[in-house]
T-cell receptor, first 114, second 114 residues
Framework: AQTVTQSQPEMSVQEAETVTLSCTYD???????LFWYKQPPSRQMILVIR??????QNATENRFSVNFQKAAKSFSLKISDSQLGDAAMYFC???????????FGGGTRVLVKP | EAGVAQSPRYKIIEKRQSVAFWCNPI?????LYWYQQILGQGPKLLIQ????????DSQLPKDRFSAERLKGVDSTLKIQPAKLEDSAVYLC????????????FGPGTRLTVL
């Protein structure tokens, strides 16, 4: 069974519009963290946003925000006012304290149309 | 602050040859990670160091892969002999103290095995 699942292989969005990427995860622990990373064609993974599981408030970072639904084990990323530079692969990742490592989903490719 | 440095950026070798990758983490970061990212997939952890000690190498194919971090700073990952299925991007990352901290990634090395 997948620990981190990203069900959308590719999403397309018009410039200046909003797109939401889905991520579901599997853990029975209470001590964990969730991340969204962006990987442009240059290949470098760039942190977009981080969410501690114990925090109820959804994390935001400029045009990026998450909808963290702990009971549903869902962690979606919303990109508002999409820009051409947002085009990239986006990876959801889970850190579990017990496993002591980061596990990535399969990624979602975001295409931004001018 | 300088980021994670990796070299080379690209490497093409024939199967059964050897190859080595180098990584220099962010200054002061105690934890260093090597990931393998096969095309179309998320990164998979190969090995994790805490200072110069190995914390997790459960996913490292030890019959052909080796890694070291002798002085607790930079690290090398070696493949000997390479197989076709080793073609991938090899990402190095570092974090301040532990995997609980945010991981920062280098630009990666794209390895092609012919």
């Amino acid at each position: 069974a997948q620990t981190v699942t990203q069900s959308q292989p590719e999403m397309s969005v018009q410039e200046a519009e909003t797109v939401t990427l889905s991520c579901t995860y599997d853990t029975s622990e209470s001590d964990y963290y969730l991340f969204w990373y962006k990987q442009p064609p240059s290949r470098q993974m760039i942190l977009v946003i981080r969410q501690e599981a114990y925090k109820q408030q959804n994390a935001t970072e400029n045009r990026f925000s998450v909808n963290f639904q702990k009971a549903a084990k869902s962690f979606s990323l919303k990109i508002s006012d999409s820009q051409l530079g947002d085009a990239a692969m986006y990876f959801c990742a889970l850190f579990k304290a017990a496993g002591n490592k980061l596990t990535f989903g399969g990624g979602t490719r975001v295409l931004v149309k001018p | 602050e300088a980021g994670v440095a990796q070299s080379p950026r690209y490497k093409i070798i024939e199967k059964r040859q050897s190859v080595a990758f180098w990584c220099n983490p962010i200054s002061g970061h105690a934890t260093l990670y090597w990931y393998q990212q096969i095309l179309g997939q998320g990164p998979k952890l190969l090995i994790q160091f805490q200072n110069n000690g190995v914390v997790d190498d459960s996913q490292l194919p030890k019959d052909r892969f080796s890694a070291e971090r002798l002085k607790g700073v930079d690290s090398t990952l070696k493949i000997q002999p390479a197989k076709l299925e080793d073609s991938a991007v090899y990402l190095c990352a570092s974090s301040l103290r532990s995997p609980r901290d945010t991981q920062y990634f280098g630009p990666g090395t794209r390895l092609t095995v012919l």
